[in-house]
């Protein structure tokens, strides 16, 4: 035990002024550290709410380019897109997933066409596209491992066709890094990154998510036979460790806020390239309070994001990356 060195420590001398506590200040959170989630859909000239999601919209292609431009001017450098994917469109076998014309693919093309220098982040997973809600295939009421890698290749290299930066494989199915990156490699995608949602757990912080993408009222029981358990560390830390190995270039721990003890975890093991998704339900959390006042907004905000890093990751998906970004000043105070 560390005992008390009083007076030659006075803990409040490093605190006395803004401009002492700026001097010894340990984490820095920044307008590059944020990666801003999206929601698409159909259709023209719309900016739609979503009801658990105050403050989060859904865009149609015309209303999403303007909106990404404004990301832009606030400084943000990346975004990751997410699809509404109107009912006649999904099926059981989920087609519309490896469609180069649906929708998160030609989004993409706009944005880099528009916005070469911005970054941009799709999902691998089926869920946005299945008619059972699932991130796989389902056969007999079960996931499909391996006949689901195939549809997740499909999907990859479509994505990577249309100029995805970054692959966000966010299924937990097993051998699916592998899988995608032999795919990149043999199709000449050999620049483009995978981001392993590699420690995701089965979280009920994801409801307003699947409100979002219309997947709530399909997805028949749960996801706990692919993802993590929220119990279990030794067991994200296996999943990390596989995806690294099968050449994710950067990895995510996902829900945040509940998890930073794994994500502390995942970068003291590997000093790999560490990401957090700050989830839907985190957000609803905070900004239902912010919106009644409960909370400060700014103040909230900022520490919230600051702790992920603290916790040692390198950036964060949140949808308070706008705000955020509005918050922060570029000396990162
Ligand atoms: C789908 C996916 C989910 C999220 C990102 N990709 C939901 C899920 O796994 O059910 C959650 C994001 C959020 O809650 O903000 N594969």
Same mark, same amino acid.
């Given at each position: 035990?560390?005992?008390?060195?009083?007076?030659?420590?006075?803990?409040?001398?490093?605190?006395?002024?803004?401009?002492?506590?700026?001097?010894?200040?340990?984490?820095?959170?920044?307008?590059?550290?944020?990666?801003?989630?999206?929601?698409?859909?159909?259709?023209?000239?719309?900016?739609?709410?979503?009801?658990?999601?105050?403050?989060?919209?859904?865009?149609?292609?015309? *209303?999403?380019?303007?909106?990404?431009?404004?990301?832009?001017?606030?400084?943000? /450098?990346? =975004? !990751? #897109?997410? %699809?509404?994917?109107?009912?006649?469109?999904?099926?059981?076998?989920?087609?519309?997933?490896?469609?180069?014309?649906?929708?998160?693919?030609?989004? *993409?093309?706009?944005?880099?066409?528009?916005?070469?220098?911005?970054?941009?982040? /799709?999902? =691998? !997973? #089926?869920? %946005?596209?299945?008619?059972?809600?699932?991130?796989?295939?389902?056969?007999?009421?079960?996931?499909?491992?391996?006949?689901?890698?195939?549809?997740?290749?499909?999907?990859?290299?479509?994505?990577?066709?249309?100029?995805?930066?970054? /692959?966000?494989?966010?299924?937990?199915?097993?051998?699916?890094?592998?899988?995608?990156?032999?795919?990149?490699?043999?199709?000449?995608?050999?620049?483009?990154?995978?981001?392993?949602?590699?420690?995701?757990?089965?979280?009920?912080?994801?409801?307003?998510?699947?409100?979002?993408?219309?997947?709530?009222?399909?997805?028949?029981?749960?996801?706990?036979?692919?993802?993590?358990?929220?119990?279990?560390?030794?067991?994200?830390?296996?999943?990390?460790?596989?995806?690294?190995?099968?050449?994710?270039?950067?990895?995510?721990?996902?829900?945040?806020?509940?998890?930073?003890?794994?994500?502390?975890?995942?970068?003291?093991?590997?000093?790999?390239?560490?990401?957090?998704?700050?989830?839907?339900?985190?957000?609803?959390?905070?900004?239902?309070?912010?919106?009644?006042?409960?909370?400060?907004?700014?103040?909230?905000?900022?520490?919230?994001?600051?702790?992920?890093?603290?916790?040692?990751?390198?950036?964060?998906?949140?949808?308070?990356?706008?705000?955020?970004?509005?918050?922060?000043?570029?000396?990162?105070?």
């Amino acid at each position: 035990m560390m005992l008390s060195n009083f007076p030659n420590r006075r803990g409040r001398r490093l605190r006395q002024n803004s401009g002492i506590r700026y001097l010894i200040r340990e984490t820095r959170l920044s307008k590059s550290d944020l990666i801003c989630p999206i929601f698409v859909r159909e259709g023209e000239n719309i900016i739609e709410k979503i009801p658990s999601m105050p403050g989060v919209y859904r865009y149609s292609l015309d *209303t999403l380019v303007p909106y990404v431009e404004k990301l832009i001017s606030y400084g943000i /450098l990346a =975004v !990751a #897109l997410f %699809p509404l994917t109107p009912s006649k469109k999904k099926s059981s076998t989920c087609e519309e997933a490896w469609n180069p014309e649906n929708l998160v693919n030609i989004a *993409t093309r706009q944005l880099k066409k528009n916005f070469p220098d911005l970054i941009v982040m /799709l999902d =691998v !997973a #089926l869920d %946005p596209y299945n008619s059972d809600g699932h991130d796989g295939l389902l056969l007999g009421g079960k996931v499909i491992n391996d006949s689901t890698l195939l549809a997740l290749e499909k999907q990859a290299l479509v994505q990577a066709g249309a100029g995805a930066d970054i /692959l966000g494989p966010s299924d937990m199915m097993d051998g699916r890094i592998k899988t995608i990156r032999i795919a990149l490699e043999e199709n000449g995608f050999k620049d483009t990154l995978i981001m392993s949602y590699a420690a995701k757990f089965a979280s009920a912080f994801y409801g307003p998510f699947r409100e979002a993408v219309g997947a709530q009222d399909l997805l028949k029981g749960d996801k706990k036979t692919y993802q993590i358990d929220p119990s279990n560390m030794e067991e994200a830390i296996r999943e990390v460790e596989e995806d690294i190995n099968e050449g994710a270039d950067m990895v995510m721990v996902k829900p945040g806020m509940p998890y930073l003890d794994i994500i502390s975890e995942v970068k003291r093991k590997f000093n790999f390239p560490t990401f957090a998704y700050q989830v839907s339900g985190e957000y609803a959390m905070l900004r239902g309070a912010i919106e009644s006042n409960w909370l400060d907004k700014n103040k909230t905000i900022i520490e919230s994001l600051t702790c992920f890093k603290r916790a040692g990751c390198d950036g964060i998906l949140t949808y308070f990356a706008p705000d955020a970004a509005l918050i922060l000043d570029d000396s990162g105070r």
